[in-house]
């Protein structure tokens, strides 16, 4: 363990760009990790690096930002929703929608979910008459 603390203080340090600290963090928040080797602790920071590297490249080359000569957000929330290998980030970078647009599908559901209810209540009653 020693030898690895060793290297990792080293060369291989800097070949990530990710505070390893903050990772060492993350990776203790979860309840099934008690004790993080080094070398792991380097290969997920470098692995997590190397994604957001992917994603980031595979974003601005497939969004609009090129003409800009940028990485927009929108290009990061177009990239999860219909990139199959990004599709499971689609709750973190959801599309940008208007505050206005948004409470009108909040009120939507709330509707739809009161009709479910009354709908609920009739299959009842339909099904004592039945006995």
């Given amino acids: 363990a ?4 060793a290297r990792l ?8 760009s990710l505070p390893l600290s903050r990772i060492r963090v993350i990776m203790k ?3 099934e990790v008690s004790s993080i080797n080094q070398d792991a602790l380097f ?3 470098k692995a997590t690096e190397l994604f957001v590297q992917y994603l980031a490249t595979y974003s601005y ?4 930002g090129k003409e800009k000569n940028a990485l927009t957000y929108t290009d990061l929330s177009h990239t999860a929703e219909e990139c199959e290998t990004f599709q499971f980030l689609a709750d973190i970078l959801p599309k940008k929608i208007l505050a206005s647009k948004y409470l009108k599908m909040l009120e939507k559901e709330k509707r739809d979910g009161e009709m479910r ?3 609920d209540e009739a299959e009842e009653e339909e099904d004592e008459d039945e006995d």
């Fill in 43 to 45: 290969l997920t920071a």
């Fill in 29 to 31: 928040s979860s309840p």
């Fill in 9 to 16: 203080s080293g060369t291989e340090n800097r070949l990530v």
């Fill in 117 to 119: 209810e009354d709908d």
């Fill in 61 to 64: 080359k497939h969004g609009r």
């Fill in 2 to 5: 020693e030898m690895a603390a």
